[in-house]
């Protein structure tokens, strides 16, 4: 079934390469079709100057009109650094490139009938009225539903059941109805009326004094809501009342050897694995916090650079001031973007969260070393510089201060502002000044940028 259909690979990037063939993006594809692959087409390469985007706009509106004739469905352009190692560079944030950036196409739109409307009850008991259109392709995709948000909106647009409507799609975005074409109305047609009676459980629908939104009353009763509603009432418990379990056992409720299906042994293996868990490393105790799109390696990248949860604390809530140097340290951890930034910091901001983490601070022990085990024999064995304290002076050529800063420390390195008899190495570039002078006097080893790069390996 697969060979009869009329499948073709095309290139548009690579992965490992065992050796460098190509200094730009566009040469790269020009050799992989070279090479006889189908590659990624149209391209066109454009050059920037002085921040003159006018060519990209160009470009932008060409392949726009260009769209219908590709033979293939796209949804915009996507702009590329073309030189490889401005590439490297820039890097990534997780898994998003930084030398690249998707420029969408305004969404499709397409007009068809409302069939009908129908309410839908979420897990909050939020009621949200939903078209069901005659179907009809926007994009290359079939659409046969589209939401109407709430009442307002249905109203401020004029929907009516029968009705002629323009609806659009912009990328994975649930369709949406741009408005109503009064002209095309059926005589027949009526006013939507919103429904006073939750469809699923059929508890009064009530709507707040300048809210938009509609809520099923039935709470617990209604099906819709149950899930929501249990986890909400399980959640009003912190990890903090974990560790004061032992503390609490037999004040309110008998004790836990008590109840049924436990004993004094499974009570007292409970207590001892919380006591266990209270000594945790730092890049664990972040990652645990569940703090959205701080994953492992995240919370490795910042317990690495911060040490100690306190010294993390600190400049969290020091960050909160945009800025500040706090931020501008936060921002500059490779591997931190802007909306990784924006949504620690809003996790910091929260009194609730704040209190949490109070609660937890004094129920939990910091480990040292901060990275785990495992991952200290990883780096440890890969990497030349790690534990090892540097110090940069004077001006680099092949990077800036901060691009060599995170390297050292994506490394395990320890990057310190001030020369010590602790110092490993000093990196001292042209214009380096008393730290390279005092690091000479206490007989340590100075390097130049060359030599530096040599010992991490040439770089990344
Ligand atoms: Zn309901």
Known sequence: MTAS????FTAHG????SESFADTQSEALRRIHDWGFRSSEPYQVVKVVDADVAGLCGYYDEIERRRSGLGFSIDGIVLKVDRLSWQGRLGFVSRSPRWAVAWKFPPERAVTVVED??????????????????????????????????????ERKGIRIGDTVVIQRAGDVIPQVVEA???????????????????????????????????????????????????????????????????RDGHQLPPLCEWEGWGEKSARNLFEAIQRARVISLDRFIYALGIRQVGAATARLLARHYRSLAHWRTCMEASQDRSSDAYVDLFSINGIGAR????LLQFIAEPHNQEVLDGLTAATTEQLPLVTVHDYER??????IFGKT???????????????????????????????RKTDYVVAGPGAGSKEKRARELGLIVLSEQQWLELIGGGQ
């Open 181 to 247: 074409l009064p002209a095309q109305r059926p005589e027949t047609s009526a006013v939507y009326r919103f429904p006073e009676r939750c469809p699923v459980c059929g508890s009064r629908v009530a709507r707040e004094a300048g809210e938009a939104d509609s809520y099923c009353t039935g709470g617990l009763i209604c099906s819709a809501q149950v899930v929501e509603r249990l986890k909400h009432f399980a959640s009003r418990k912190t990890p903090v009342d974990i560790f004061t379990l032992e503390a």
């Open 340 to 343: 990784m930034a924006d949504d």
């Open 117 to 154: 409307i129908q309410c839908q009850v979420g897990r909050t008991g939020k009621i949200t009225p939903v078209a069901h259109l005659k179907p009809i392709t926007v994009g290359g995709v079939m659409v046969r539903r589209a939401t109407l948000h709430n009442s307002d909106e249905i």
């Open 390 to 420: 540097v110090v940069f002076t004077g001006t680099l050529s092949s990077m800036s201060r901060s691009e060599a800063k995170s390297q050292a420390e994506a490394l395990g390195a320890n990057v310190a502002g001030a020369v010590s």
């Open 379 to 384: 780096l440890s064995n890969a990497s030349p």
């Open 5 to 8: 259909r009329p499948l073709q």
């Open 14 to 17: 690579w992965g490992e390469a």
